[in-house]
Nanobody, 126 residues
Framework: QVQLVESGGGLVQAGGSLRLSCVAS????????LGWFRQAPGKEREFVAT????????DYADSVKGRFTLSRDNAKNTVYLQMISLKTEDTAAYYC???????????????????WGQGTQVTVSS
């Protein structure tokens, strides 16, 4: 069982920056695929970014590419989402997700992840 706890959300003006953190329990953190998703009110949960140790790759949604950076510190069991040049449309609850299985999927869909955090709110004002 893996538990994920996000932090770092808050209120920021457009153009500003935030760094989200997600701390995970579990001994095999370094082997997990980790993802960030977000969900705005009335909208479906959408993919933001993922990091896959088996493929040694990081993938980003087009809407955040060049502005968001995902990284992980396996020694701290933590994954980060650095967000710069924030826009009002980035306003959402942000969720960390983890998956221990490797398969051929893109890991861009919520149902490809088993473990989820409780979310942290990011609000970008104009």
């Amino acid at each position: 069982q893996v538990q994920l706890v996000e932090s770092g959300g808050g209120l920021v003006q457009a153009g500003g920056s935030l760094r989200l953190s997600c701390v995970a329990s579990g001994r095999t953190f370094s082997s997990y695929v980790l993802g960030w998703f977000r969900q705005a009110p009335g909208k479906e949960r959408e993919f933001v970014a993922t990091i896959n140790p088996s493929r040694r790759s990081t993938d980003y949604a087009d809407s955040v590419k060049g502005r968001f950076t995902l990284s992980r510190d396996n020694a701290k069991n933590t994954v980060y989402l650095q967000m710069i040049s924030l826009k009002t449309e980035d306003t959402a609850a942000y969720y960390c997700a983890a998956e221990g299985r490797y398969y051929s999927g893109t890991y861009r869909r919520p149902n490809e992840y088993t473990y989820w955090g409780q979310g942290t709110q990011v609000t970008v004002s104009s």
